[in-house]
């Protein structure tokens, strides 16, 4: 039952040998405003916004420009971390883990169409690319994603975690049938020494269909589930020496949790209902609890409501950190393109009305109405921002009818088929259909969202920012960001955002906010597309 990843490689090693490793950047700025130290990046940023007012008297809207002068640090060694799944027995979370293996092991395999060499395809941070600026003759200069800011490379992420299962990693890996055969066969004596730890299994919050996996749980009460899960941590960095350990649920959909006054509203309340052993403390929740409270990153991407206000709270009150929720792997994230273009082409979406059906276990559980309801919200929400900023198209309270269906056919196993409609009106009252069938690896989609996750979340560790003024007596101190990490919206379904704060749902939004917030990092103005230097005369 041990934690240890057996599957850790030397990165010194690993570099030495020309394999990628962290904290690689492409490149170094050339500014008075960024330094650059044996630790740490700093960096001076002014924040352009624009605040808007609306003048009693007239009820002309004024728009001014402001300025806010920010300083970063961002620590560029990246040092040794871990990853710990809740689930790591299921199909996200044996497909992450050899897929990594793969990669760290160029591990290639035979295919129908020739050898296929293991990639990051998928992966925004491992995948693609930022424009970086422009070189001397005006053309586009492009970096990776990952080397804007030092980084922690996913070869070098050492890997554990709990399930309800007992089943080891390699035989798991083979129940899940993502990953082609070959390839199985290739990780598979790895992968079969690698055991999850005993997990927190409530059956009033899971799907009655998954009790006949449930052999491999930890007993007593609340509270001492809580305190195990706490050891598991500690002991899992101890033991394979690490720096930082994020841990992030890729286990079943739970029903939503009744939020209480009294039970999980506060961070007291929430931390006396496990000790009381309250009913409404799901197995999520605890251990967003136990991560929070040993300092460990927690990221929730299943739909559920793990993050309650207690959770929030008590986040902020230890100054660790928290993200979610859901993994935003297919549909959705093409709905969240779709309807912003049409919303912003002036285009009125009436109708959008999505159905799919898939095989592998997360369709099984989510056959229960309790723990598809908690899908159902999460997905749910997706345009409410995009329909909010149009008031030409609709009036206050007016939203499209939106219809998610889910149905569990165990025969296409992880290929989720997935059937989108969208009915809009156009020009004098005219109707556009925009039909849409997408075959969707559910695992192999979101496997990449976990390593984004993972690397977006490790980063903000390792950043802190203040707040200059010229009015300012004594230096600043250096704060972390807010506990609530909604950067990491881009990979989430339903984001979390910090209290009184906006939802941003709009897929070319968020990646633009993540991607500009890094080159703040380092001191670089946000990417615009004005073109200015070939629109005009120079």
């Not at 793969?102 to 998928?122: C, D, L, M, V």
């Not at 195990?228 to 939503?256: C, G, H, P, S």
Request: glycine content about 6%.
């Amino acid at each position: 039952m041990s934690p240890i990843n057996n599957i850790a490689v030397d990165s010194a090693a690993a570099a030495a040998n020309g394999a990628p490793s962290s904290g690689v950047t492409a490149f170094k700025v050339d500014s008075p405003y960024v330094r650059y130290g044996d630790s740490a990046i700093e960096s001076d940023y002014l924040y352009d916004t624009t605040v808007v007012s609306r003048d009693a008297a007239t009820g002309q809207l004024k728009a001014k420009p402001t300025k806010v002068h920010y300083q970063f640090q961002t620590k560029t060694k990246v040092g040794r971390v871990g990853l710990m799944l809740v689930g790591w027995a299921g199909n996200n979370g044996t497909t992450v883990t050899a897929s990594i293996l793969a990669n760290k092991k160029n591990i290639s395999w035979e295919t129908r169409k020739g050898t296929q060499e293991p990639n990051y395809f998928g992966s925004v941070m491992m995948a693609s690319t930022v424009k970086l600026g422009v070189d001397a003759n005006l053309n586009d200069v492009y970096v990776p994603f990952n080397e804007v800011v030092p980084m922690v490379h996913p070869n070098d992420i050492v890997i554990g975690g709990w399930d309800i299962n007992s089943m080891n990693i390699g035989d798991a890996m083979r129940r899940a049938q993502v990953l082609p055969v070959d390839l199985q066969r290739k990780l598979y004596d790895e992968l079969k020494e690698l055991k999850p730890l005993p997990s927190v299994y409530y059956p009033d919050f899971i799907a009655a269909n998954q009790e006949e996996r449930a052999d491999n749980t930890i007993g007593g009460t609340k509270q001492e589930q809580l305190d195990q899960l706490r050891k598991d941590i500690r002991d899992f960095k101890q033991a394979n020496e690490l720096d930082r350990v994020v841990v992030m649920w890729t286990a079943n959909t739970e029903r939503y949790a009744d939020i209480i006054a009294g039970v999980n509203d506060t961070a007291d309340n929430l931390l006396k209902a496990v000790a009381d052993g309250h009913a409404e403390v799901s197995p999520s929740t605890l251990f967003a609890i136990a991560s929070v409270l040993e300092g460990a990153p927690f990221v929730n991407g299943s739909p559920q409501n793990t993050l309650v206000p207690g959770v929030i709270e008590l986040a902020e009150r230890e100054r660790s950190f928290v993200g979610g929720d859901d993994f935003k792997s297919g549909q959705t994230k093409i709905k969240s393109v779709l309807a912003e273009f049409l919303v912003n082409a002036g285009i009125k979406p009436l109708a959008i009305t999505s159905y799919n059906h898939l095989g592998n276990n997360d369709g099984c559980n989510l056959s229960a109405p309790a723990q598809f309801r908690s899908k159902e919200i999460s997905k749910s929400s997706v345009v409410d921002d995009m329909v909010g900023a149009n008031n030409i198209l609709y009036k206050k309270g007016e939203h499209p009818d939106h219809t998610i269906v889910i149905k569990y056919v165990p025969s296409v196993g992880d290929s989720k088929r997935a059937l989108d409609e969208y009915v809009s009106e156009i020009f004098m009252g005219g109707l556009n259909t925009i039909s849409i069938y997408n075959t969707c690896e559910d695992s192999l989609l979101a496997s990449p969202l976990i390593i984004d996750l993972f690397m977006m979340t490790e980063l903000m560790t390792r950043v802190s920012y203040r707040v200059k003024s010229d009015a300012d007596a004594v230096e600043p101190e250096w704060a972390q960001f807010h506990s609530v990490l909604s950067i990491l919206s881009y990979m989430l379904k339903a984001p979390v955002v910090p209290p009184n704060t906006p939802v941003v749902n709009a897929l070319a939004k968020q990646r633009m906010a993540m991607e500009n917030i890094m080159r703040a990092f380092v001191g670089l103005p946000p990417n615009n597309e004005m073109l200015l230097e070939h629109k005009a005369f120079h």
